[in-house]
């Protein structure tokens, strides 16, 4: 028995058929190593079939194929390949014929390849698929998450055949249940024994059993071993402990099987009255919803590159990450166990009503069930997934019809985890969206017979840009009205949780309506954090908030931007940003990990942090002309790095739970601005740009609680470059993030100095992406080049072998940077 990865030696092009291929008309192979996106060095054009949902990338369709050799020693063995993710419509193909197919893009999937080998030789491995106008945003396409390659005997531990349950914890202990699914493939009856044996975070023995059992041919048996942990290391995300399970399946004294599992023990219960609680704990939920891509990489999901987000969005003050929209990477999942951060795993996006021309509501039918299966067959041993959603702002929530496929989801997923709360993620305003359209053309309609349509005198296209500016109040209030309450009762009221997008208005309406109902706000405004978190605080049935979003990424291009009047005054919010606009631009984090000033607001919003944060509005724009979106945060960076704009007024922000803050610039007092008079833990000024420094000093009662500074970078202009690790493994697949900056003799990035900067890495190394956070940059993420972005380039780099990864750093006016990483 054997379960090995399967990422390196393949080769990727673009997909032909046999019949263009026989005209010549093959792209050559090109060799890649797994996980790999297909889209992600691909040119983005303005006429790109998605446009802005899919940051302006193409189409595409494309084939893998790799060379496998297959000892005669794994003749009548049982041999099955795992895919973690392949984006879209797989189908897998050994030695020509077609071995196994899976039209989601976002589920794990096994296909047993042995009936198609050639035992003894050399086989080929070929697998299809593509990506096309079949998204709201980027989705990247390929095998992008990795395979593994299982091997095993006829008697053996069924593939995803141990789960293990925290049955009770008790003052003293535990009590865990590891249900093992054996299967016999063999021709003969089989008596084997089960052997299980639990390691302690410590890597002590903490519990064990061993099980007879006996099998006729072609049967499988389920083993039931139910064990005490003594003082049991809970799981929490203070504490994120982890214990190992192995289970060994022995034939006549040999070992014929083995399978090793982490998990943690934690218990998971919630109500309206006490809300979540995590082993006994009440926790209200600090949420990011986090699309799967990881910016420069593309859709590509490794531990490495997971572990580092993961981390990061931990130390701002998140607790929990809802997988949006789309169940989670195993990868993502690890991360999450290791470093403690609950998960919310969402199956899909849509059901039956497509929200994309080609998307998978076609296949949702015949898949979805065999999706949801994959979905907690994936998450079941990962004590970090608390929750299951069974959806994001689907239409049909809104129907009897809908209520009816809610229940069956709902219901199929308790069948099969009784162990997870069910939630899903539904919008009032898209529930209803049948009479949202019709209202608002009946008001169109009624402009125009009055001759007062948009555009008479507030220039083209103000009515919709002015709708969207107002979304967030519109959302609120159909959310809350009657209309809505009655469409979706059903659909909610199968739900162990309610998950509410854009739906805080029901929060209180809720808590005498429906007393049972506990609500989690599923999406929300970035800007609404302080408000919607006193809610959260407030009330025990609503147990926790999930901002739209965490982490930048990749489509839904400009959804988070801010606009400027031009001359003409008109400078309305818009959405979608046309060319080359590339990322939403709506993260507490950019695509490349840096944090945005709305984190550290969230940060304050939460309790957490007591240190006032300063935030000034580019020199280079006014933002008296500003029109941002509902999904943005204001044009601002936490920089005093405005040289060549003195005496300009900027304006200044300061995020503070205070009663009021004090500017000092260059030990001058600029004043005192009451907090929460525009907004609730912001204090506002306008303040002549002047080098040096500028601190804030927040107040309650009179008495400094608090104060930051934010300090004008020297003249000089050198390269500064930080790895976020130490050492490298040398297997081609863990990543090296590279900080770069521009910064002065002390460290302090320069804002306004931008330039190329060139990456070149040598030894045993390789250049995996080079990228910055420019929301609307025309170049690619592949290098070596890059335009530095607020000062900023993030280079990611691997090892292929053992020695050392050498990088050499370079911009015009620049002394070079050199950067080494061992590998082994």
């Known amino acids: 028995m054997s379960t090995n990865t399967l ?8 997909k032909v058929s046999a019949f263009a291929e026989l005209g010549g008309g093959a792209g050559d192979w090109t060799p890649v190593q797994l996980p790999h996106d297909a889209l992600i060095s691909a040119a983005r054009t303005p006429e790109a079939p998605g446009g802005a949902a899919t940051g302006y990338f193409p189409s595409g369709a494309f084939e893998y194929k790799r060379s496998l050799q297959v000892p005669v020693d794994d003749a009548g063995k049982i041999i099955v390949l795992e895919f973690g993710g392949v984006y879209r419509d797989a189908m897998v193909y050994v030695n020509g014929a077609l071995a196994g197919q899976h039209a989601f893009g976002y589920s794990r999937f096994t296909v047993r390849i042995d009936p198609y080998l ?17 998204s ?28 293990i349950h925290t049955r009770e914890i008790s ?14 493939e063999g021709r003969a009856t089989a008596t084997v024994a089960l052997d299980t044996a639990v390691t302690a975070p410590s890597g002590f023995a903490a519990a064990g059993d061993r099980t007879p059992v006996t099998m006729l041919p072609g049967e499988s048996a389920t083993v039931r071993h139910r064990l005490t942990v003594d003082e049991a290391e809970l799981w929490n995300v203070e504490s994120p402990s982890l214990y190992g399970c192995a289970v060994r399946l022995l034939h006549h004294d040999r070992v014929v099987d083995e399978e090793n599992v982490d998990f943690g023990v934690r218990e998971i219960s919630v109500d309206s009255r006490r809300g979540l609680r995590i082993n006994g704990e009440v926790v209200k939920l600090r949420g990011a919803s986090v699309h799967s891509d990881n910016g420069p990489l593309g859709a590509v999901s490794v531990e490495s590159a997971e572990l580092r987000r993961v981390r990061l969005l931990k130390a701002a003050g998140f607790n929990a990450i809802r997988s949006s929209h789309n169940p989670a990477s195993p990868a993502l999942l690890a991360a999450c166990d290791r470093v403690g951060m609950f998960v919310v795993d969402e199956a899909f996006d849509m059901w039956t009503s497509s929200k994309s021309d080609y998307d998978y509501a076609s296949d949702f039918a015949q898949w979805w069930e065999r ?6 067959a994936k998450n079941i041993n990962h004590p970090s997934v608390i929750m299951h959603s069974i959806g994001n702002e689907i239409p049909e929530t809104g129907t009897p019809t809908g209520g009816v496929w809610s229940r069956r989801l709902a219901e199929k997923l308790r069948t099969l985890d009784s ?21 608002m053309q009946a008001a169109q309609a009624a402009q125009v017979a009055s001759g007062t349509e948009a555009g008479a005198g507030a220039g083209a296209g103000a009515g919709v840009n002015g709708m969207m500016t107002d979304v967030g109040d519109m959302m609120n209030q159909i959310a809350a009205s009657d209309m809505v309450t009655l469409r979706t009762e059903e659909s909610f009221s199968v739900l162990d949780v309610a998950g509410m997008n854009y739906g805080d208005a029901r929060y209180m309406l809720d808590k005498t309506r429906f007393p049972n109902r506990v609500i989690l706000g599923t999406e929300s405004f970035p800007s609404q954090i302080a408000r919607i978190w006193s809610l959260v605080e407030q009330h025990d049935h609503v147990i926790g908030d999930f901002t739209w979003t965490g982490w930048d990424y990749l489509g839904e291009a400009g959804l988070g931007s801010v606009s400027y009047a031009g001359p003409d005054g008109i400078g309305a919010a818009a959405v979608a940003q046309p060319f080359p606009w590339l990322t939403a631009w709506c993260g507490d984090f950019d695509v490349t990990g840096q944090r945005r000033p709305a984190s550290f607001y969230r940060e304050i919003a939460f309790g957490i942090r007591t240190e006032p944060y300063i935030a000034v509005w580019r020199a280079d724009k006014e933002h008296r002309a500003a029109s941002p979106t509902p999904w943005a945060w204001s044009d601002v960076v936490g920089s005093w790095s405005w ?6 007024q900027l304006a200044i922000e300061v995020y503070a739970d205070a009663d009021e803050v004090e500017l000092i610039l260059n030990g001058t007092s600029r004043g005192r601005a009451i907090v929460g008079e525009t907004m609730p833990l912001r204090a506002d000024f306008d303040l002549a740009f002047e ?8 107040y309650v009662d009179g008495r400094e609680i608090g104060r930051s500074s934010i300090i004008t970078p020297g003249s000089e202009l050198q390269l500064s470059a930080v790895a976020d690790r130490a050492e490298l493994d040398a297997d081609g697949e863990s990543l090296a993030f590279v900080e770069i900056a521009l910064t002065d003799a002390s460290g302090r990035v320069h804002l306004g100095r931008d330039r190329e900067v060139v990456v070149t890495v040598g030894g045993a190394g390789r250049l995996v992406a080079l990228g910055s956070a420019d929301p609307s940059s025309i170049e690619g993420f592949a290098g070596p080049c890059r335009t530095s972005f607020d000062g900023r380039v993030l280079a990611v780099v691997c090892a292929g072998e053992a020695g050392t990864v050498e990088l050499t750093i370079e911009a015009t006016g620049c002394e070079p940077q050199r950067v080494a990483i061992p590998a082994s």
């Open 118 to 134: 050639n035992v003894g030789g050399d086989n080929e491995v070929r697998v299809t698929c593509r990506a096309h106008q079949d």
């Open 643 to 648: 040289v060549g704009h003195e005496g300009k």
């Open 136 to 163: 709201r945003w980027y989705t990247g396409a390929g095998i992008y998450r990795a395979v593994k390659l299982i091997v095993k005997e006829p008697i053996h531990i069924a593939v995803d055949g141990i789960q």
């Open 371 to 376: 999706d949801l299966e994959a979905l907690v």
């Open 691 to 698: 080098s040096g420094e500028l601190i804030a000093v927040a």
């Open 171 to 184: 003052d003293s202990g535990a009590i865990i249940e590891v249900v093992s699914t054996v299967v016999n």
């Open 7 to 14: 990422n390196d030696g393949w080769a990727v092009r673009p």
């Open 419 to 439: 162990s997870r709360p069910v939630t899903n993620g539904i919008n009032g305003f898209v529930s209803s969206l049948d009479v949202v359209i019709a209202g």
